[in-house]
């Protein structure tokens, strides 16, 4: 790669980590009506185009704006020459643009031409933490650090007071921790609702249901450990909302005097308890509630008919359609006949965010707009405890329909074995679903490579030795020690599995730099410690036995649910699903890192302070699209030069062998020559087989070629997918609920399925595949949530211990309380 492209590269990084807080500020000091009358009078701003000034992705107005400007940077980098020349033309726009578009439009609009052009996908967009600190810094941080020259006034006493009190505080860490935020942001920038290019991507809506339901399923179980009810929906929509949310000093900006000089940030409206359409000026508040409510019933309907509204007509309802409708994105299926013009033309769901992003101010028209709750943005909507109980309801609408359909008939099982019986207190129990840790396994030699990451064949071996073999019946599931031999005459190491995994919060920093332009080096700054969820490195080892002599390809699928809820098919969280290869009649010890979950965004964000914080050049094999064009081309030319000189070859033996045989047939002497004959005949042969060798030559030649050219569209594809779906993804730090200080007992469930029957995605596919897809098709062609997605016949507990192909055991999740590990 260039050198030129690698410093653009870095360029971008530095351009990309300015927080667009600072942007908006000025954007909005410019082009808020007060301040444009101020500037040229009334007459003129008439005339003035409106402008969006506080931007909303679930305003799909502002995302049609947002949508234009990313299709003009997909135009300017498709006409440049090179990678090169397309980074600088997009940055050269992207910054003429920050003079006239509102910044945080602006930005989205990047992030979505980074994530999926193949040019913009050199570049890399930095943690949450970094480009935006102002969005994460939690309600209550536990300190707060000034460091300033002119020593203004510390603002830990305003972060201290803690207004809200209800019960939905206890889960703060849980829905402000800044990289499930930066997940949630990130997945409505790989799956635009408006698609790309005016095409969406495969079984978007579907997507949209289970993530958000998967989210729900993780909600809920740090819920159940902290003693409070689970989710409940918000469907009446005249009820009030118990509890309101205060996003906290910085982002309502109540810290401002203090901060102000120092830096920007958005501000976000803090949201009080009440109704969800509350402060709507009383004449049309009832008018409003009905239309909303209108549409609700829209849906309920729907989904008790299984169908759904299509311009005249109706169509059967699939988990695609039903997501895209209630959404609403480009396949909803009459986005007319499912909107509300309630605050603005939207769907259900994206209506449901306006509403409370502006429940504070709900009568402030669209283009005058400079506040709203957190609800608004993608980048903090999680944080509310209402997008809980609305993406509920949102979710009933799903869970509802698929208690209408066909129970799975779970006969497809492949014929593997995996054995099960019940534990002491008669839990279900399985010697072949065995775990152990990181901290278990760290006396053994050469398990972490050099630079520090695990070695996968020293885990393999160790799993084979320790748990197959001789030890093939041997019950794990406890803490057990164990030996492994890794070398002939060495002494052995000893390692434990474990049944308890530990979980603990960890503290971070948000840090402020300062933004005084006169001295950039100036070592100014502002931070605030927050605490994350954390736990330790552990590993699955599954043992699966093949009861064919063939080879079989299966799915192991993950699952974890609380055990109290053990009944209820909406709690089970997806913690894993990949593809393994079982050798004819073998018993295999399958093992799994965590950090290598399907689920997670890759790769593992093991310390969001260091993690993509700091430019880093991608590691990525080849890391220029213009060196893949040139070798294609060069395949291109070889196979085409081969091409014709085999077509030579063939054409001039061809013709010799018909020619040969042509005389002979002509051949019309009355006394056949003997000699003449056989002649013909032998050069007839020789024609033929010459013939037959070249092409057999040119078969093969063809293969090498063939499979040349695979590597490159392989090597295509690897970097043009890689890098946005590396990114997508529920972030590592909460893989695991966190569970109790006593230990809270959960359920890991395991399911082996045909891939035959699964297609499930390879390995080579770097990022979530379960949240974001792999590539442009979904890698499983089950429903997503499978086998959790439709009714059971009977109990779920019951069924897993009948089924061949799925177990169960009980594991213990331990919160770490003493302190904070690091
Ligand atoms: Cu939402």
Redesign the pocket.
Known sequence: MSNELERLREDAWNLLSTPTSNLLGNYLQKHSSIARLATVGEAEEIQQEPKILRFSIFNHLHLREAEKIWNLFFEIADRSNTTTEAIKAVRDTYLELLDTKNPELLYHSLMVFIAHHPVGRVLSVPSILVRDPGKVVPSKPLGATLNTASGRPNILAALIEDEDHNQETLLNWFREDPLANEHHQHWHVVYPAFGLRGGIKDRQGELFIYM?QQMLARYDAERIAVGIERVLAHSDYNASIAYGYNPGAILTNSAEINITPFFTVTRFTPRKPGPMFKNFDDETLKEKVAAFNNLKEKFVDGVKKGRLKKGKKEIAISPHLLGSTLEPSLDSTDEEYYETKVPTQFGL?GTG?LIVAFSENPTVPDMERTEMGVMGDPAT?IRDPF?WA??KHIDDFSFNWQQTQKKHDFSDYPNVLIRKGIDEVGDAWSPDIILSTFSALRNIPGLTTEKGTLNSEVLKRLAAQAFGGNNWNGDFTKASSLQYQYAENKKAAFFETVDELKTWMEKGKIRFLSRSESDPKSSEYAEFEYEYLNHEEFFYFVRIQNQFNYIQKVTVRIFLVPASEEEDRRAWIEMDKFVHELQANERAVVVRKAEDSSVIRKPAIKNPDTDNVNYKPRDINLTDPELFIKMAADVKYNEEGNIAQYKEFLDSNFSQSTKVLADFADYNEPTPNVNREMEAVKLAKEAAEACISNITQFKINLKIYEEALFKVLKAVQSFIYNKSYCECGWPYNLLLPRGTTDGMKFKLMVMITDWQKDIVGEEDCCGSMSYCGAKDRYPDVRPMGYPFDRAFEGSIKNLIALQPNMACRSITIKLNNDGIQS
């Open positions: 958000h769901h965010h909507a997008f609305w993406h």
